[in-house]
């Protein structure tokens, strides 16, 4: 398809246990961004990519949480030991360029994430 | 930090009303943006506003960039319940900063 893909769409884990999570990105978009989203509330940023480098991880909660992107494409985001709050819905978005107003982003339907 | 304050958090109106959203910031932006995010899906953007002052239209939504660059409105009228949806505001540069969003009810 077109679109930013993610997979899996939703994902049960037991506290303790690791989890990935995987985006592809629309083709030629050159930054990918991983946020977060509780119940109801807004996007928490958690890391870009420009290309297949980090600029900001600012945003990623704790050393549990590591994400890669290979090639320029794919990302996985990478959760270990899970933990109840780590429940959310994980979103993950494209766009053609960085941080630009006329590049705008576009998002995948992104992982439910339940942790038992 | 938060950045983009948005109120009301929570709307519920009836079909055919009126209703305008908020995004206020202490900070001064080079734009900003809409986006509507429906159940079970990403949030897909509405409009970006550049300019201070700026007004756009999109059919019965209308978006306004405060004179300052600080402060956006989003203005529905006539609201259908298609419009039913988390409406987010958000200012780009680097990452992409967001507000808690707008949850809009609207009931036939």
């Known amino acids: 398809g077109a679109g930013v893909s993610q997979s899996p769409s939703n994902k049960v884990t037991e506290k303790g246990k690791d989890v990935e999570l995987r985006c592809d990105p629309i083709s030629g978009h050159t930054a990918l961004y991983w946020y977060r989203q509780s119940l109801g509330q807004g996007l928490e940023f958690l890391i870009y990519f420009q290309g297949n480098s980090a600029p900001d991880k600012s945003g990623l909660p704790s050393d549990r949480f590591s994400a890669e992107r290979t090639g320029g494409s794919v990302s996985t985001l990478t959760i270990q030991r899970t933990q109840q709050e780590d429940s959310a819905v994980y979103l993950c978005a494209s766009s053609l360029f960085e941080g630009s107003y006329n590049s705008p982003l576009h998002f995948g339907n992104g992982t439910r994430l339940t942790v038992t | ?108």
Do not use: M
């Open chain 2, 1 to 108: 930090t938060q950045l983009l304050e948005q109120s009301p958090q929570f709307l519920s109106i009836q079909e055919g009303e009126n209703l305008t959203v908020y995004c206020n910031s202490s900070s001064v932006f080079s734009s900003l943006q809409w986006y509507r995010q429906e159940p079970g899906e990403g949030p897909v953007l509405l409009v970006t506003v550049v300019t201070g002052g700026e007004v756009k239209k999109l059919k019965r939504l209308t978006f306004q960039f405060g004179d300052a660059r600080k402060d956006s409105s989003l203005h529905i009228t006539a609201a259908q319940p298609g419009d039913t949806g988390l409406y987010l505001c958000a200012a780009p540069g680097g990452k992409l900063i967001f507000g808690q969003g707008t949850e809009l009810s609207v009931k036939p």
